[in-house]
């Protein structure tokens, strides 16, 4: 199974519809594909303690524990990634031990292209995930309204896609 993660909580969210493209390649190429929108299930501030054992958080554990790869749409603000998708991560800490992941990503402007790099060390260094060395970063001028109107990041989607599968099913067990 192959796990989408939308991170944006704007409901108008411009990382969603590159996590929606995304999607769209993977059921294409006939892959299970879990869909988690944080915007939809919202989950708890991590605390250290309680926040662990929400349901929400149970449940997106459970599919990060059983995605071959995960796919992260994410924001970008303050040249970072965003803090919902931070939190999930620390809320599913150990759950994300040695995935493959890959990023997409949405900024206002191209300055913060180095942005997903924050997230992609500690996936690296605290969980031992792949992290696909391609990535798609995608400005405002990328989309029309609600649709990915740029041919070239539709490519880049679609052939981090491809790149993704790839490592992923190198990876799997038995193979």
Same mark, same amino acid.
């Given at each position: 199974?192959?796990?989408?993660?939308? #991170?944006?909580?704007?409901?108008?969210?411009?990382?969603?519809?590159?996590?929606?493209?995304?999607?769209?390649?993977?059921?294409?190429?006939?892959?299970?594909?879990?869909?988690?929108?944080?915007?939809?299930?919202?989950?708890?501030?991590?605390?250290?303690?309680?926040?662990?054992?929400?349901?929400?958080?149970?449940?997106?554990?459970?599919?990060?524990?059983?995605?071959?790869?995960?796919?992260?749409?994410?924001?970008?603000?303050?040249?970072?990634?965003?803090?919902?998708?931070?939190n +999930?991560?620390?809320?599913?800490?150990?759950?994300?031990?040695?995935?493959?992941?890959?990023?997409?990503?949405?900024?206002?402007?191209?300055?913060?292209?180095?942005?997903?790099?924050?997230?992609?060390?500690?996936l690296?260094?605290?969980?031992?995930?792949?992290?696909?060395?391609?990535?798609?970063?995608?400005?405002?001028?990328?989309?029309?309204?609600?649709?990915? +109107?740029?041919?070239d990041?539709?490519?880049?989607?679609?052939?981090?896609?491809?790149?993704?599968?790839?490592? #992923?099913?190198?990876?799997?067990?038995?193979?």
């Open positions: 199974m192959i796990l989408v993660l939308s #991170a944006s909580l704007n409901p108008g969210s411009r990382s969603r519809i590159l996590a929606s493209a995304c999607r769209e390649k993977l059921e294409a190429a006939r892959r299970d594909v879990a869909w988690f929108d944080l915007a939809a299930t919202p989950l708890p501030f991590c605390d250290g303690a309680a926040a662990y054992g929400h349901p929400k958080v149970i449940d997106l554990g459970n599919l990060i524990e059983s995605a071959d790869a995960i796919f992260i749409a994410s924001p970008v603000y303050n040249f970072d990634v965003n803090a919902a998708i931070k +999930a991560v620390e809320l599913t800490g150990k759950k994300w031990t040695g995935k493959v992941v890959a990023m997409m990503l949405a900024a206002g402007g191209a300055g913060s292209y180095m942005s997903a790099m924050g997230l992609a060390n500690s690296m260094l605290d969980f031992r995930c792949h992290i696909v060395p391609r990535f798609v970063y995608a400005t405002g001028e990328s989309f029309e309204g609600d649709k990915l +109107a740029d041919e990041i539709q490519s880049r989607v679609d052939l981090l896609v491809t790149e993704t599968l790839r490592l #992923a099913d190198a990876l799997a067990p038995g193979v």
